[in-house]
């Protein structure tokens, strides 16, 4: 596949927030040195700072702010002329109040993007949940490029966060129902809004009780067929499988959700429990994407499952990188068949 033009590089680390190291800086550089022209300057600048999706859903202050200054630097290094929309974009920044609220637009391959609102901090209102972590978007990646595994299905997400995993597998994969779950109110209440934001409408019984943000990309909601979206709170060690069943899933998955020894084991006794209560209803498919961050916890998850004869296997990672989140993460997806 040919490498993308530099502008849409840095357009897609911008508009996805990535950190600034990660810019291809050092080409912009060398095309500067050897063209003194200034209209990919303009270029960049269009497609990041000045993109309708930053002016309606912008990367935090001080995000932009840095950027900006990074750019103008890679300017003043060379001998053209001053360019009056770089410093008046950055005029405008600087006038801007800090939020602690940003939002981050991940561009999809099949067109149109994710948009969400994030916190600034990583761990907000005692949770990390309000931030998208790297598994998340490998799931995404692998849902993207196996979409018939969605394709018409009711699908659970366990551990759903700010939910960027499945509006990207609404937007893509044409699931039938989509269930977001998670336990902490603050994270129910941002994910109820970025599903919002993206042009979904929530099944009635899990909007009254959450008040969301309206107004989201209602346009690019037409290019798919809408699935039926539901928040549901779950509570790992109090539901029961009977409860889980009558959700009626054909495939559960979560991402990032094996990082402590108590939620794995809580997350394996619910599987558990679905399993025994099933009787002759088909199980579901089940995926969990993983971050590696320490081996021994991973190792006690595949332990556990063996233990209380879950089987697993290691499926092929997605072959595209689409989402720019860290390559050296080390990312695994389980599939467990109980």
């Keep these: 596949m040919a490498e993308p033009e530099l502008g ?6 911008f508009l996805a927030a990535r950190q600034l190291r990660s810019f291809p ?27 309708p999706l930053c002016v309606k859903y ?34 405008d920044i600087l006038n ?4 602690t609220r940003c939002y981050k637009n991940y561009l999809l391959p099949t067109g149109g993007c994710v948009t969400l609102s994030e916190s600034v901090a990583i761990i907000s209102g005692g949770t990390t949940g309000l931030v998208t972590w790297d598994a998340a978007f490998h799931l995404a990646e692998w849902a993207i490029e196996n979409s018939g595994v969605f394709s018409n299905r009711t699908v659970l997400e366990l551990g ?19 269930i977001f779950s998670d336990h902490h109110h603050g994270v129910l209440k941002q994910l109820a809004e970025n599903i919002c934001l993206n042009g979904f409408v929530l099944e009635p019984e899990t909007t009254q009780r959450i008040q969301t ?31 889980l069943l009558d959700l009626q899933p054909d ?32 199980p579901p498919e089940v995926y969990i994407a993983s971050t590696i961050r320490n081996p021994d916890t991973y190792h006690l998850f595949q332990a556990e499952l063996d233990k209380v004869e879950i089987r697993w296997q290691i499926i092929p990672a997605p072959s595209n990188s689409t989402f720019l989140y860290d390559v050296q993460a080390n990312v695994t997806i389980l599939q467990l068949f109980i």
């Design 8 to 13: 849409i590089r840095f357009q897609r680390r």
């Design 25 to 51: 800086w050092l080409e912009l550089e060398q095309n500067l040195q050897t063209s003194l022209d200034s209209s990919l300057l303009v270029d960049i600048l269009h497609k990041t700072i000045l993109h």
């Design 58 to 91: 912008p990367p935090s202050t001080k995000y932009r702010r840095c950027f900006l200054t990074e750019l103008i630097k890679k300017h003043e290094s060379t001998a053209a002329e001053p360019l009056d929309e770089l410093y008046d974009a950055l005029a």
């Design 96 to 99: 801007e109040e800090e939020s």
């Design 160 to 178: 759903s966060g700010i939910g960027f995993t499945g509006i990207a597998i609404c937007k893509t994969c044409n699931p039938k129902t989509y």
């Design 213 to 243: 943000e309206t107004g989201g990309q209602e346009a690019e909601a037409t290019n798919y067929q809408n699935p039926k979206l539901i928040v549901a709170e779950l509570d790992w060690g109090s539901v029961t499988g009977k409860q």
């Design 251 to 282: 495939v559960i998955i979560a991402a990032d959700v094996v990082y402590d020894p108590e939620i794995t084991l809580a997350l394996i006794a619910m599987l558990q429990n679905l399993s025994t209560s099933r009787g002759d209803r088909k």
